[in-house]
Nanobody, 115 residues
Framework: QVLLVESGGGLVQAGGSLRLSCAAS????????MNWYRQAPGKQREVVAT???????NYADSVKGRFTISRDNGKNTVYLQMNSLKPEDTAIYYC?????????WGQGTQVTVSS
């Protein structure tokens, strides 16, 4: 079992920045792909950023050039740096760890971007 705990959400004005953190209860980055998802009200959950075990990254088109996913192996923590935030980025953001059919989720952290 892996516990994921997100932090760093909040209220920010459009154009601002936030950094989300996801702390894992044990070392998993060598075997599990890490993802950040988000879910806006009335919409399906969508993946916004992926970081593979080899260090490759992938981003949703809507956040490319603005969001950056990274990790600190020593702290068992994954980050999502979000810059140039837009009102449409408002959502609950979830950290996910995935390996084949195994998935772990954090509890989510609210990000609200005001116009």
């Amino acid at each position: 079992q892996v516990l994921l705990v997100e932090s760093g959400g909040g209220l920010v004005q459009a154009g601002g920045s936030l950094r989300l953190s996801c702390a894992a209860s044990r070392s998993i980055f060598s075997v599990m792909t890490m993802n950040w998802y988000r879910q806006a009200p009335g919409k399906q959950r969508e993946v916004v950023a992926t970081l593979t075990t080899s260090g490759s990254t992938n981003y949703a088109d809507s956040v490319k050039g603005r969001f950056t996913i990274s990790r600190d192996n020593g702290k068992n923590t994954v980050y999502l740096q979000m810059n140039s935030l837009k009102p449409e980025d408002t959502a609950i953001y979830y950290c996910n760890a995935a390996m084949q059919i195994v998935n772990y989720w954090g509890q989510g952290t609210q990000v609200t971007v005001s116009s």
